[in-house]
């Protein structure tokens, strides 16, 4: 066990956690208390201020300083190790999502409409683990390594740009970030090298006429139902057609409206979803496609149509060296069965693609299914992880940073680190 789980100021420990984290108790089982807390008392983006509140003071118990408010309600720690050298950073996402949790478990969320069903909680924990890791081994830390905790990576605009303009990438040469995968068994961890998720954009379409029709004379004005209906279908119709086939990409309407009444036809019809692509060439055309389709139906049909573009998250792109840093790290503390190599980009968004635009760095995939219970897909009202992997991934990633930042100061040495996927009585990780 590190000793980095007893506090140094045990009187501010958050009471939810107090009660496990004294001097014989485990990591895993710090971060397990962690993580169940945060899952009780969801937060969603950009009103996280009990969340930010109950990390702060978990941190600061085991003797680091942190730093923040940050962007709203960011935070980060910042460990120096004994050496000068590089600054790598950190990223843990730490809102909620804001849907009811149907699950039966005794840490269920206790805010209604409101439930971590993303696994940020899960992020939480782990971003504080790897703090508790690399505070105790501070010295060995060849340079500097920020920890920060981010607000509303589900919201739009979302938090990463807002981190990004606060500073929190000064100086950094490189950021990683995890994030739990209920398609991955526990102790794998899933690696891609280049694009790893697909930007995510949201749109919006109003089609209008001068006030309403009747169903049984649609002659007599617009009939926007009629053309919005005509738009969806071009819009169906681009992917594959105007951009290459072979090129992952996916547009999805998931919002329609129009009137209420049978025999009316609606003054607006209004639809909306979302454009994801793995292209930025593909992102920008199927959006260049989408407005002509608009402009050419509304002069056709006499509608007035407003097509608007919500900008979501970039693609994320993981770095060659920092995939390599993490994949020889996984083989080198756990063995190459935990490696799982992903063949296919995620059309999921994820704003971490903010901060690879900025500095190289590595999005991990982290195992958390082991039954029907933690294999439900993400944002799903039963959602569910298994906790083994927290202490683990939290212990995996200090060792990533500080490899990374031994490699960035002599590539050609062979520095020794401390094991730091075992406890002090020589049991693996997997058993904390």
Request: proline share 6%; glycine share 10%.
């Amino acid at each position: 066990m590190l000793s980095s789980t007893t506090p140094k100021n045990p009187s501010s420990l958050p009471d939810s956690i107090a009660d496990i984290a004294g001097e014989d108790q485990s990591l895993a089982q710090v971060l397990v208390g962690v993580r169940r807390h945060l899952h009780r008392h969801p937060e969603v983006g950009m009103e996280e201020h009990d969340t930010a509140r109950f990390i702060r003071q978990t941190l600061e118990a085991y003797g680091l300083d942190v730093h923040g408010p940050v962007a709203g309600t960011g935070l980060y720690v910042d460990i120096h190790g004994a050496a000068s050298g590089g600054a790598v950073g950190y990223r843990a996402d730490i809102d909620a999502l804001p849907t009811q949790d149907q699950k039966r478990v005794p840490y269920r969320s206790q805010t209604p409409n409101v439930a971590h069903l993303c696994g940020h909680d899960a992020h939480t924990a782990m971003g504080i683990g790897v703090a508790l890791v690399l505070h105790e081994h501070r010295e060995d830390l060849q340079g500097r390594v920020r920890v920060f905790f981010q607000p509303n990576e589900e919201g739009l605009p979302s938090g990463a740009p807002l981190m990004i303009r606060a500073g929190i990438l000064e100086a950094l040469d490189a950021v990683y970030a995890v994030h739990v995968d209920p398609t991955l068994d526990v102790g794998r961890y899933g690696l891609i090298t280049g694009p790893a998720t697909a930007s995510s954009d949201r749109f919006e379409v109003k089609v209008r006429q001068e006030g309403t029709g009747h169903s049984a004379r649609p002659h007599e004005g617009v009939d926007t139902i009629w053309v919005a209906s005509q738009l969806m279908e071009q819009f169906y119709e681009a992917a594959g057609r105007v951009t290459d086939a072979r090129d992952a990409c996916v547009l999805t309407i998931t919002m329609l409206d129009g009137s209420d009444a049978h025999n009316v036809i609606p003054e607006q019809a209004s639809l909306g979803g979302t454009l994801r692509t793995v292209s930025p060439d593909d992102r920008e055309t199927l959006r260049a496609y989408m407005r002509e389709a608009a402009e050419r139906l509304g002069g056709l049909h006499g509608a007035h149509i407003e097509l608007d573009f919500e900008d979501g998250s970039p693609p994320v792109v993981n770095d060659p060296a920092a995939v390599e840093n993490v994949e020889a790290t996984i083989r080198d503390t756990l063995g190459p069965e935990a490696v799982h190599n992903i063949e296919q980009s995620s059309m999921g968004g994820e704003d971490f693609a903010h901060y690879l635009k900025h500095v190289p760095g590595a999005f991990i995939r982290v195992g958390t299914a082991s039954g029907p219970e933690t294999s439900y897909p993400l944002h799903h009202h039963r959602f569910d992880i298994d906790e083994t992997p927290l202490a683990p991934t939290a212990r995996l990633m200090a060792r990533v940073l500080m490899n990374h930042l031994s490699r960035n100061l002599a590539e050609d040495e062979d520095p020794s680190h401390p094991d730091l996927t075992t406890s002090s009585n020589g049991a693996t990780n997997e058993s904390q």
